[in-house]
C-alpha cells in the first residue's frame, strides 16, 4: 500500500512570502498530482508530475522520483492562496486509483 | 465550458432512509470516481466506473450502490446500511483509466440526523 505523508499539516504566512509544502510516498508511482481545495470544498488539480519540474503562475511543482518526494512552492504569496492543498499519487499498472494525502492547510494573512 | 456537476451542495437526511448524489460530465470522460472525506483524512475511494454499464468497489464501498448507465452520468446511492453517512462526497472523472487529467465535482456534504 503507498502511504503519502504531507508536511506541514497547517501553513500560516504573511502576504508576499515564499512557500513551500511537502509530500512524500512510499513506492513506485506512476504519477502525482498536486490539488488545492477551496473553503467551499470543490477540488482544482494544479499539476499532475511524473518526473521533473513544472510552472503554472506563481505555483511551481518539482518531483524527485528517486528520493520519493515532491515539492509545491509558491511564489509571491496571497491570501488568495489560502486553501487545503492535497498531494495524492497514482500507481500500479491500471492507474485507476489515487491515494491522497490528509492536505496542508495554508493560510495566508495580509 | 466543460466540467463536473455535483448536486446538491448541501443535503439533510433523516437516520435509514437512503439518498442518491448526483455527478454529471460533459467532459467526454470514460472514467469516474466516488470519494468520501472525512475531517483529518485524506479522500477515500468509493466506486470507481471506467466505461458505461460497469463499476468497480473501492476502498469503503459497504452501504453505497452506484450505477453508470450513460457516460455522462455516476450517480451514488448512500442507503441505510452506511452506518457513518455524515461526510462530504467528491465525484471526478478522468481521461480513461489513469486518472490523467483529472476533474473534481464541487462536492456534496451530506449530514444524516
Do not use: C
Given at each position: 500500500k503507498n502511504e503519502v505523508e504531507q508536511s506541514p499539516q497547517n501553513l500560516t504566512a504573511q502576504e508576499g512570502e515564499f512557500i513551500t509544502i511537502n509530500c512524500s510516498y512510499s513506492v513506485g508511482i506512476s504519477a502525482l498530482h498536486w490539488l488545492q481545495q477551496h473553503p467551499g470544498g470543490g477540488i482544482v488539480s494544479l499539476f499532475m508530475l511524473s518526473s521533473g519540474k513544472k510552472k503554472h503562475g506563481r505555483l511551481i511543482a518539482t518531483i524527485n522520483i528517486q528520493e520519493k518526494h515532491s515539492s509545491l512552492h509558491i511564489t509571491a504569496s496571497h491570501p488568495r492562496d489560502s486553501a487545503v492543498y492535497i498531494c495524492a499519487v497514482s500507481s500500479g499498472g491500471s492507474n485507476y486509483k489515487l491515494t491522497f494525502g490528509k492536505g496542508t492547510l495554508l493560510t495566508v494573512n495580509p | 465550458d466543460g466540467g463536473?456537476?455535483?448536486?446538491?451542495?448541501?443535503?439533510?437526511?433523516k437516520e435509514g432512509q437512503n439518498v442518491t448524489l448526483s455527478c454529471e460530465q460533459n467532459l467526454n470522460h470514460d472514467a469516474m470516481y466516488w470519494y468520501r472525506q472525512d475531517p483529518g483524512q485524506g479522500l477515500r475511494l468509493i466506486?470507481?466506473?471506467?466505461?458505461?454499464?460497469?463499476?468497480?468497489?473501492?476502498?469503503i464501498a459497504e452501504g453505497y450502490s452506484v450505477s453508470r448507465e450513460k457516460k455522462e452520468s455516476f450517480p451514488l446511492t448512500v442507503t441505510s446500511a452506511q452506518k457513518n453517512p455524515t461526510a462530504f462526497y467528491l465525484c471526478a472523472s478522468s481521461i480513461g483509466a489513469r486518472m490523467l487529467e483529472a476533474f473534481f465535482g464541487q462536492g456534496t456534504r451530506l449530514t444524516v440526523v
Open positions: - | 463536473i456537476t455535483q448536486s446538491p451542495k448541501y443535503l439533510f437526511r466506486y470507481y466506473s471506467q466505461i458505461v454499464n460497469d463499476f468497480q468497489k473501492g476502498d
